[in-house]
């Protein structure tokens, strides 16, 4: 019933959905289906690196339902959610969230759907600035 308020708020209000729901699967948002588990990581982010979150799973993809950060230290921080494949998604690295802010004692929350990391790849966070601290939690379905 809400994926049908949901479609006709879309259609009739805005005149078509929101692309974030039109990169995912037909028929709306996977992090509402029941064909899906939804999952969560959390953890703290440390460096400029990028650094894997999510693993990759052969002929799947990751649904990122929503993300949490915690600005905690540095200067000028910020953080970027990357996927590709290979170690720390050093293979073809492409932004899934480009890079926001995270000042130390900000919470910043995202709902969702935040975004579809392509079949058999990772995802990463990575920081940016110097010395960037941020705390995640981010929650995703992977199918």
């Known amino acids: ?17 929101s692309p974030a729901y039109a ?16 999952q969560s990581v959390s953890g703290a982010t440390s460096g400029t690196s990028a650094t894997q979150i999510i693993a990759a799973v052969t002929g799947k993809q990751i649904f ?10 540095g200067t000028t921080p910020t953080l970027e959610l990357v996927y590709g494949t290979g170690s720390n998604c050093a293979g073809s690295p492409t932004a899934l969230v ?7 004692g900000t919470l910043l929350n995202f709902s969702g759907p935040i975004g579809r990391v392509p079949v058999s790849q990772e995802l ?17 379905i992977q199918k």
């Open 1 to 17: 019933m809400k994926t049908f308020f949901l479609s006709l708020t879309c259609l009739f209000i805005l005149g078509s959905c």
């Open 23 to 38: 990169d995912f699967v037909p028929g709306g948002n996977p992090c509402l289906g029941v064909d899906g588990t939804i």
């Open 64 to 73: 990122v339902c929503s993300l949490n950060v915690q600005g905690v230290s």
């Open 98 to 104: 480009t890079p926001f802010a995270t000042a130390a």
């Open 124 to 140: 990463c966070y990575q920081g940016g600035g110097t010395t960037p601290v941020q705390n995640y939690l981010i929650t995703y």
